[in-house]
């Protein structure tokens, strides 16, 4: 264990030595290895700093977490002095030349620098993607490295702890997050300080702190991106929770897809204990406290709160009906608190703030900021943190820097499977938990998928469909048949075979499943449904009316011609027609027989000179 | 999600039943210890073929359906064997607006075999997966968990398998000089 006086002399040697005093010719070279930076080839660009590095004591080489910008990895930050340059698009080769020029010739390498708009920016801060953000939840992320405690410690880390522990009773500390604002961010926005006030008014021999870190919503990392950037702030802000409520024992049970993420809470959990912050006796007092972690194994339901602690208790993930809620029978029947990572990413910075610094950010009732990952049809495929009340059209076109290709943009999507479609008309929305509700979708963990006007929105929604059709668990009927007669329906509407009557029946039927499954899962499954038949329901009309998929999305529905102008009869589409569904003799036109084509769209792929079109 | 129980008669070793039973031992009075024995045994084996189940429910005193009622709840569990090299196509979200449906067909028709299925010659398999959160680099798919190709078209399916095949071949000459 080590006393708070050699906490704080860890801190100011680290802030001196690595991060803001560092002095002219002295360089931190930042390689941004997450789970996204390691698939776009971060590994080979760090090993290659590293090689060129061995020996350099004025060159120090450190991994960190995800900085945010998804499609410019590898990204690789040098800092010089306070200063940062920002090096996108990064191999082994163009490392070993930003060491040459940048590091020891002290020239920064131009080639390399991010490109926004025509303009050429020196670091990721100079963008407009970082300007318009508020970084709480991901403070950290992109700046320390996560396997080094004592950065974290250098970043004001374990300081709200320390101040818990020696000024504050559990009752300031609830009281604290009450006043915050602070709701979950997991997607059902309850407020924080009000679950753990239930939890902590409870009397029970035994209580559980849980982190719901089983990010299972198609197209969200954020929570990834917090575990294996700053896992140290979820410990600090778990064993806070269990300070409040008193609890002993914490579990995080987190996605087994996220081997990064379990490597790294492994690796802060130990050094957590090492220097008591964690285990026994935390810093010199009676207060233990400990966090195991439990592999999920692939069930979308294990999000659902109840799911996830049966999960925990070893068997299958089903849920339970509520009441009792978990802060009075939850985990092996003990009063339990359940929080998303990203709720507890704010924790440590709302202790050491105060309550009025937090809720001074964003809207009357959603305060604070939301992490979005932002992906789909847009150009800023990334992470990003915004103030509550940020409109989705700065989101999109400001951050997101609009739809690629002169695309039009046609709809964005929150909240998953469990979410719906926000379309053009809600573009100038203010981002908050109610007024997403009241458009007809949710605010969700936080994936925001941005979709143009080739996307079918009833192919979307049958997409949807498909995943939770296999995602329910089967233990309540409305959901198990209800779901796989949804999709049902608009596997009938997608292949061409729909009637007027369909849409009134998808509709009833959502409604019938909304109100009588058991679980957040089935409840909100019909969603997806339920707003694109709100928003685009000309879309299901041409399918089912004119037999037309508007974004020629729907195989069965489309008719591949050739243009007789343009056709060479090069014979080429012929060649490779699997249905022998065209014919033409050599040097001219050819003709598709819509009898026999199959519609694979091989022959549009192949010909090389446009003269195939899908109508 | 529909689970086939493998027909390929079971092969484990005393050296893995060891190892399982070791980190059962260790692990059996912790509460909730079921999933992660399960999990260790599919580190050990690859898959939970049904003698393993059999033999984790009988050391651990439950019965034999619970854990095979474990087992087929969750996706991460396999009843069969995978190929030596298993191939998983993301279906995220962003993956799919973006077209990985065509890189997992494409994948299928070059392969002969569906989705969950391995090549009868035990080399390859395939699986749509979950999101593994590179949306960024979507569309995109893993080869055995660890090779991560982005950015992904239908037509670049082809010469992947191919480099595959090249590894087989150079494996084999291996083999064959040695």
Redesign the interface.
């Known amino acids: 264990m080590k006393t708070w006086a050699e906490i704080q002399a860890i801190k100011a040697d680290v802030n001196a030595k690595t991060f803001s005093a560092s002095a002219p010719g002295q360089y931190r070279v930042l390689v941004g290895l997450a789970t996204c930076g390691i698939a776009a080839g971060a590994m080979p660009v760090y090993d290659a700093f590293i090689e060129a590095a061995a020996g350099n004591a004025n060159c120090k080489v450190a991994q960190v977490g995800c900085i945010g910008m998804c499609q410019y990895e590898p990204i690789v930050e040098v800092v010089e002095a306070g200063k940062k340059t920002t090096y996108v698009k990064m191999d082994a080769e163009k490392a070993a030349r930003v060491y040459q020029e940048h590091i020891l010739g002290g020239q920064v390498v131009t080639d390399y620098l991010l490109v926004e708009n025509g303009i050429t920016c020196q670091s990721l801060e100079d963008t407009t993607f970082y300007k318009l953000q508020k970084r709480i939840a991901l403070r950290n992320c992109g700046i320390i490295d996560p396997e080094n405690i004592d950065e974290y410690i250098a970043r004001d880390g374990y300081a709200a702890l320390y101040k818990v522990i020696t000024e504050m009773s559990s009752q300031d500390v609830i009281d604290t997050m009450l006043a915050s604002g602070l709701r979950g961010r997991g997607g059902a926005g309850f407020p924080t300080g009000k679950k753990w006030s239930f939890a902590a008014a409870n009397q029970a021999p035994q209580k559980f702190v849980c982190c719901n870190a089983d990010e299972g919503d198609p197209g969200a990392f954020m929570d990834r991106s917090v575990l294996e950037g700053d896992p140290h702030a979820l410990l600090e802000a778990m064993t806070i929770a269990g300070k409040a409520i008193g609890a002993k024992q914490g579990y995080i049970y987190v996605r087994a897809e996220y081997p990064v993420a379990v490597k790294r809470l492994n690796i802060a959990i130990a050094q957590a204990k090492e220097y008591g912050f964690l285990g026994d006796n935390i810093m010199g007092t009676d207060f233990c406290f400990d966090i195991g972690i439990r592999l999920g194994a692939g069930a979308f339901v294990c999000g659902e709160e109840t799911a996830l602690m049966t999960s925990i208790e070893g068997k299958r993930g089903e849920p339970r009906p509520r009441p009792p809620f978990p802060a009075v029978k939850g985990l092996f029947q003990s009063p339990t608190i359940l929080n998303n990572v990203e709720t507890y990413a704010n924790v440590a910075q709302i202790i050491l703030n105060g309550s009025d610094w937090f809720s001074a950010m964003g809207t009357e009732k959603s305060k604070g900021t939301k992490v979005f990952a932002l992906g789909g049809k847009i150009n800023n495929t990334g992470l990003v943190e915004v103030p509550m009340g940020t409109t989705l059209r700065t989101v999109v076109e400001d951050i997101g820097g609009g739809i690629p290709n002169g695309k039009k943009f046609k709809a964005a999507q929150t909240g998953g499977p469990s979410g719906g479609c926000i379309p053009l008309e809600h573009f100038d929305v203010e981002i908050d938990y109610d007024n997403l509700i009241a458009i007809g979708s949710m605010m969700g963990s936080g994936g925001l998928i941005v979709m143009d006007e080739d996307n079918c929105m009833v192919d979307i929604a049958k997409f949807f469909l498909d995943f939770t059709v296999d995602e329910s668990c089967g233990k309540c009927t409305p959901c198990r048949i209800g779901t796989r007669r949804l999709y049902e329906l608009l596997e009938k509407i997608t292949s061409g075979e729909g009637e007027l009557d369909d849409i009134d029946e998808l509709e009833a039927l959502a409604a019938h499943i909304k109100d009588n499954s058991l679980c957040g899962l089935g409840q909100t499954a019909p969603n997806p449904v339920l707003s694109t038949l709100r928003y685009f329901r000309n879309e299901y009309e041409a399918h089912i009316v004119d037999k037309k998929c508007i974004a020629k999305v729907c195989r069965p529905l489309l008719t591949f011609t050739i243009d007789p102008e343009k056709c060479v009869g090069c014979t080429k589409c012929a060649r490779n027609c699997p249905a022998n569904a065209i014919v033409g003799n050599v040097k001219e036109p050819h003709v598709i027989d819509h009898e026999k084509c199959v519609k694979c769209s091989v022959c549009m792929q192949n010909c090389a000179f446009g003269a195939i079109t899908k109508d | 999600?529909k689970k086939k129980m493998s027909s390929i008669p079971f092969a484990g070793t005393p050296e893995q039943e060891a190892k399982l039973d070791a980190y059962i031992a260790e692990h059996k009075s912790e509460?909730?210890?079921?999933?992660?024995i399960?999990?260790e045994a599919q580190a050990i084996y690859g898959y939970l073929p049904q003698e393993v189940q059999i033999h984790i429910a009988e050391k651990l005193g439950i019965p034999a359906e619970?854990v095979y009622?474990?087992a087929t709840?969750?996706?991460?569990?396999n009843l069969s064997p995978k190929g030596k090299y298993q191939f998983s196509v993301c279906?995220?979200?962003?993956c799919?607006?973006?077209g990985s449906r065509e890189v997992l067909d494409k994948l299928c028709e070059i392969l002969e075999i569906e989705p969950g299925e391995c090549t009868p010659d035990g080399l390859f398999s395939i699986e749509a997966?979950?999101?593994?959160?590179?949306?960024?680099?979507?569309p995109?798919m893993m080869v055995n968990?660890s090779d991560?190709y982005?950015r992904l078209k239908?037509?670049d399916v082809a010469d992947i398998i191919e480099k595959y095949r090249e590894y087989e071949k150079e494996e084999a000459e291996y083999e064959n000089m040695g």
Request: charged fraction near 10%; glycine fraction near 18%; include cysteine.
């Open positions: 999600m509460e909730g210890c079921l999933m992660p399960m999990q619970e009622g474990v709840f969750y996706s991460m569990f279906l995220g979200t962003a799919y607006v973006k997966c979950r999101c593994v959160g590179a949306c960024g680099l979507a995109v968990g991560v982005g239908a037509a």
